[in-house]
């Protein structure tokens, strides 16, 4: 990939344990891996892809399940050792503005597919080159990958996956719905 910027490795205590990040700026979007010290000793790390959302991960929304599978992310790789590429991709990559758009629809019935249908968008739209350059450039060659999304088995091109862990979040009276049409509409294991 080309136009990549690279930060320095800094030092992130959390309240999950202390992580070393980095920065990969990829045109306009800046992206993050967040790991272990001891990723180098891992011969198979556990890897989470987690796709940016502010309104999720940030300001505590229970729409969708987001917030709670960075937090299961942050608190097994911070024990297990690993890392976790936050990729700065909101909204399924619509961007923050057509997510909130997308909500609206909601508001008035249409499920997560139909409303990104309705403003001319796949249900998904996301792209994982990115997150192939990084886990290469930590050289990552096979991991054990945190995820309920199959697509993003498929997506990482020659890395191997040896493995899926599941993410298991308890429905809330908001999210039941979403988390039903990921499931039968998006192929998402649950
Ligand atoms: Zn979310």
Redesign the pocket.
Known sequence: MNNIEISQIATLPTKYGTFKIQAFKEDDKEHLAIFTENLDEIETPIVRVHSE?L???AIG?V?????EQLAFAQELIGKEGGMIIYHRQEGRNIGLLNKVNAYALQDKGFDTVEANHQLGFKADERTYEVVEFILKYFGIKELKLLTNNPRKIESLGDIKIVERLPIQITPNPYNEDYLRVKKDQMGHLL
């Open positions: 959302c309104t999720g991960d929304s729409k969708c399940d987001c917030g």
